[in-house]
C-alpha cells in the first residue's frame, strides 16, 4: 500500500520560513510528477507547485518567487521550501504524487499538514 507522509507543517510568524517534506513509501516502480495543493478555511483546494521527474517545476503566481520545490528521487521525498511566508499561506497542505504501483491508482495524497502563518 502507497503512502504519502508530510511533516514539517507549524506556526510561524509572518516573514518566515517553514519547509515542508513528503515521503513516498510502500511497493512504488516509479513516481511521476509530485507536488504540493493546499486549502484554507472555507476555499477550495488550490496547485501550490508541482515538480516533474525530470525537474520541470510549475508554480502558483501567488507563491512564485517565495516558494520552492524540489524533490529526491532516491528518498522517494518532495519537499517545499516556503520563505517570506505572509498570512494569506494559512492554509492546510497536502502532498500529491503521480506514483506506478500495484495498486489500479495513480494518483495519491498525504494526510495534510497545517501551515499557520501570524502578523
Known amino acids: 500500500q502507497v503512502q504519502l507522509v508530510e511533516s514539517g507543517g507549524g506556526l510561524v510568524q509572518a516573514g518566515g520560513s517553514l519547509r515542508l517534506s513528503c515521503a513516498a513509501s510502500?511497493?512504488?516502480?516509479?513516481?511521476?510528477?509530485m507536488g504540493w495543493y493546499r486549502q484554507a478555511p472555507g476555499k477550495q483546494r488550490e496547485l501550490v507547485a508541482h515538480?516533474?521527474?525530470?525537474?520541470?517545476?510549475n508554480y502558483a503566481e501567488s507563491v512564485k518567487g517565495r516558494f520552492t520545490i524540489s524533490r529526491d528521487n532516491a528518498k522517494k521525498t518532495v519537499y517545499l521550501q516556503m520563505d517570506s511566508l505572509k498570512r494569506e499561506d494559512t492554509a492546510v497542505y497536502y502532498c500529491?504524487?503521480?506514483?506506478?504501483?500495484?495498486?489500479?491508482?495513480?494518483?495519491?495524497w498525504g494526510q495534510g499538514t497545517q501551515v499557520t502563518v501570524s502578523s
Open positions: 500529491n504524487a503521480d506514483i506506478l504501483s500495484l495498486s489500479s491508482s495513480r494518483d495519491f
Open positions: 510502500g511497493i512504488i516502480f516509479s513516481i511521476n510528477r
Open positions: 515538480i516533474a521527474n525530470g525537474g520541470d517545476t
